[in-house]
């Protein structure tokens, strides 16, 4: 779990955070789109893994999904609109770049659960391939989690909590996948990550896609979808797994 998940997210923002030093201040509506992308391409992802575990004959799967959802989503919502937190930096209290490490985190556990089921059943070669390949992939998340900050200055201890957030459970799925994991659990997380990212990228557009970056910013959104589809491809061409 920490190989896949904790040391590659670490990896990624540190990458990242190197690209935004390196790179000229101009760069930074495509930072966010980019981040954008990423997220993006996550949200689908997660709606796909939710909706193929309920079932059309189980009507509490709908309401697991759908209440998910909407906790994680119009909850959000409420919560900004209620001062707690928001996308403008002068009254936020939980910047967005930990709600998207808390999304991804929320992803990743799923990934960790994969990882877990194959090596119980023995597959010690498909597990070391799914260690492999969801490394790779989780070490491009770190560019939507620093892309989210924008002008904001991300400190040493923000590194260290945001990557704990977003790492840290792939190795307790790794962990749970032993225990047997219900179906609704699975539906209810997918559900929330889902959501809660869907936040996020509504807030993303809404502060970067002005009319002088429309162009930067498009461009950087299909970047960071380019990038997360190319890995995934990778990943299955590799180990036979679709991710």
């Not at 930067?216 to 380019?226: L, T």
């Amino acid at each position: 779990g920490a190989l896949a998940g904790l040391i590659p997210v670490y990896l990624g923002i540190l990458a990242a955070l190197y690209v935004g030093k390196v790179l000229p201040r101009t760069w930074e509506g495509g930072l966010i789109g980019l981040a954008n992308g990423v997220l993006i391409y996550l949200f689908f992802d997660l709606m796909h893994e939710a909706t193929e575990q309920t079932g059309a004959r189980d009507p509490i799967s709908w309401l697991v999904f759908l209440g998910s959802l909407a906790v994680s989503f119009v909850g959000l919502v409420a919560l900004e609109s209620s001062q707690v937190f928001g996308a403008r930096s002068g009254n936020r209290m939980l910047p967005l770049p930990y709600m998207i490490a808390v999304g991804m985190g929320l992803h990743n556990l799923g990934e960790g659960l994969a990882i877990g089921a194959s090596y119980a059943g023995g597959q010690y070669a498909l597990s070391a391939l799914l260690v492999a390949g969801f490394g790779l992939h989780n070490g491009t998340e770190g560019f939507g989690i620093v892309g989210a900050a924008g002008k904001t200055a991300i400190s040493w201890r923000d590194v260290a909590l945001l990557g704990l957030i977003a790492g840290l459970p792939t190795c307790v799925g790794t962990l749970l996948s032993g225990q047997g994991v219900s179906s609704y659990f699975s539906i209810c997380f997918y559900a929330l990550a889902a959501g809660s990212l869907l936040y996020v990228v509504l807030s993303l557009t809404v502060i970067a896609y002005t009319a002088t970056r429309r162009l930067q910013v498009s461009a950087g959104m299909f970047s960071g979808i380019a990038l997360m589809y190319l890995t995934a491809m990778i990943l299955t061409l590799v180990t036979g797994v679709h991710s």
